[in-house]
């Protein structure tokens, strides 16, 4: 079956930087685009970072543009997404999934703090 599991998170002060992972299995992980999302406390989860499936088209939701860069190796079946120049508004539990949807994996806490 479907598994995703993110992993990476943490504390970190403002302008600071943290690399999420997400480890797939269950599916041809080459043949997928993929997405991270994000989830902070009493909000919608929202789409934050977008990757085709070779890895040579990204899109980035605006609040994270030029901070944050999506990727993936398909050798590994793995998707990361470096964060930068963290602000507390990142706070949040991180996610990534195919973007045609599917089953979530469990999230990673990313909590931005001094």
């Known amino acids: 079956q479907v598994q995703l599991v993110e992993s990476g998170g943490g504390l970190v002060q403002p302008g600071g930087s943290l690399r999420l992972s997400c480890a797939a299995s269950?599916?041809?992980?080459?043949?997928?685009?993929m997405n991270w999302y994000r989830q902070a406390p009493g909000k919608e989860r929202e789409l934050v970072a977008g990757i085709s499936s070779s890895g040579s088209i990204t899109n980035y939701a605006d609040s994270v543009k030029g901070r944050f860069t999506i990727s993936r190796d398909n050798a590994k079946n793995t998707v990361y997404l470096q964060m930068n120049s963290l602000k507390p508004e990142d706070t949040a539990v991180y996610y990534c999934?195919?973007?045609?949807?599917?089953?979530w994996g469990q999230g990673t806490q990313v909590t931005v703090s001094s």
């Open positions: 269950g599916f041809t992980f080459s043949y997928y685009a």
């Open positions: 999934n195919r973007a045609r949807g599917g089953a």
